[in-house]
């Protein structure tokens, strides 16, 4: 049976407390740390009048080559944003992201992390990736990240797959024609109380400090 490696890290700003956990989805294994980590505290601001006019949202997967979504570009689940995309150092090109849903699990999703787990909340965002200029972009993979009400991260790092919920995907090595797309979902996690309404692409240097975020 193969194994899935999985693991867990939570930051609770009031505390000043960092957790991780790091096991398999039979052992649930963990240990702690001494250091904690937000998963994002930048803010949004408004892209200048310089910037490059947003690409129209659409509620479905096709964009136009050459055309990209602004940094800071807020969008509705079901929207697509058209990216400039460069997956390690020798892979680049455009990429089409619609998030399809965002979903909140139950806690028993996460049993597979052990104690570390309790009181936090799973959510699942789903979403589709287009090859938009049929550039190789083959076993690449894309990611994304839970936002709450206040635009800020939620403070829980979390990777790992619940089957037949929530499993992440890569790019297939057929990933390198226009129009080739895959579907896949990132598995995020809150403390009780943060509820998750959207989520953000900042992968990019051209969003990192302004995302492009989805919303309920």
């Known amino acids: 049976m193969r194994k899935r490696r999985i693991t867990l890290a939570a930051a609770v700003a009031a505390l000043g407390l960092g957790l991780t956990a790091c096991g398999d989805t039979e052992s649930g294994a963990a240990q702690s740390t001494d250091t904690a980590k937000s998963e994002s505290n930048s803010t949004s601001a408004s892209p200048t009048s310089s910037e490059a006019p947003a690409t129209e ?109 929530c499993e992440s995907e890569t790019a297939s090595r057929d990933f390198t024609t226009a129009g080739a797309s895959y579907e896949s979902c990132a598995l995020q996690a809150s403390s009780e109380g943060i509820e998750v309404v959207g989520a953000e692409f900042s992968d990019s240097d051209d969003y990192l400090d302004d995302p492009i975020v989805w919303t309920k």
């Open 57 to 165: 949202a659409k509620p479905s997967g096709g964009a136009a080559s050459g055309e990209t979504t602004a940094p800071g570009t807020e969008l509705k689940v079901g929207e697509t944003a058209t990216v400039p995309f460069t997956y390690g150092t020798e892979k680049s090109g455009t990429i089409a992201i619609t998030v399809t849903a965002i979903e909140q699990g139950d806690s028993a999703d996460l049993a597979a992390f052990g104690d570390r787990a309790k009181g936090l909340v799973p959510y699942f965002i789903k979403f589709k990736v287009e090859n938009v200029e049929g550039t190789d972009l083959s076993y690449s993979s894309v990611r994304l990240r839970a936002t709450a009400a206040d635009g800020r991260g939620t403070g829980v790092v979390i990777s790992g797959d619940v089957e037949g919920k």
